[in-house]
């Protein structure tokens, strides 16, 4: 069974700023981010958020691109484009961390098109052990169908350059209180109670955060 979808590559950026300088980088991306996603790249953005719970002062984008050789074409052009060197030479200076990772998507869980709800969106992290990247894909494909009643996931992904044994999992909530409701829910489900059992014991480590999507966000 494929585990990758295969269509796309995404690219998820995690950019950290200190406090003194969030109001400049949210104007740069808000200004510069929408002009690269409008070049005729192969490149889409996905979504744009900031963290509001978790690691604070911390954005997380996500970039689609036409598979390897759509990435490559991409970056080889941002190169010499003057809209991304303008971009890369101001936002520098405002960037006290940042990391990337090339991911894609499992077969089961295509990410969602854009769409505004103005809801909360939860990104959830987990650091799997080696080597069971599969078993992890064969219980959540299972799980998933059952946690739908009650959510509908934006997007699923694992890491092929950067971290490795990672999956990305983004979830969408009206609001804190219907995430706690919806949870407790799936937890009266017996497959959703299966599946968190089975794969608890596959992480290393994992992490949650809640984060708001910025206004020029696809997903929002």
């Known amino acids: 069974m494929q585990v990758a979808r295969g269509k796309f590559i995404h690219e998820i950026q995690r950019q950290s700023v200190s406090p003194a300088h969030a109001d400049e980088y949210r104007s740069l991306i808000a200004e510069y981010f929408p002009k690269l996603a409008e070049k005729g790249l192969p490149m889409r953005l996905t979504g744009s958020w900031e963290v509001i ?31 991304f060197q303008e971009l890369t030479k101001r936002i520098q ?93 799936a937890w009266q489900v017996e497959t959703w109670n299966d599946t968190v059992s089975q794969t608890v014991k596959l992480i290393d480590k994992m992490h949650a955060q809640i984060m708001r999507p910025l206004p020029f966000s696809p997903l929002k």
């Open 53 to 83: 719970v978790g690691d604070l002062e911390t954005f997380y984008h996500i970039w689609e691109y036409d598979g390897y050789a759509g990435y490559d074409k991409a970056i080889s052009e941002l190169r010499s484009d003057p809209d």
């Open 93 to 185: 200076p405002l960037l006290s961390n940042r990391s990337n990772w090339l991911t894609q998507e499992f077969s089961f869980w295509p990410s969602s098109p854009p769409r505004t709800t103005n809801g909360l969106y939860e990104l959830r992290t987990y650091h799997l052990k080696p080597g069971h990247l599969l078993e992890w894909e064969q219980h959540w494909r299972r799980g998933l169908e059952a946690r739908r009643k009650f959510v509908e996931p934006i997007g699923a992904w694992f890491t092929q350059i950067g971290g490795l044994h990672t999956v990305f999992h983004i979830w969408e909530y009206p609001s804190l209180e219907e995430r706690k409701k919806t949870r407790d829910m």
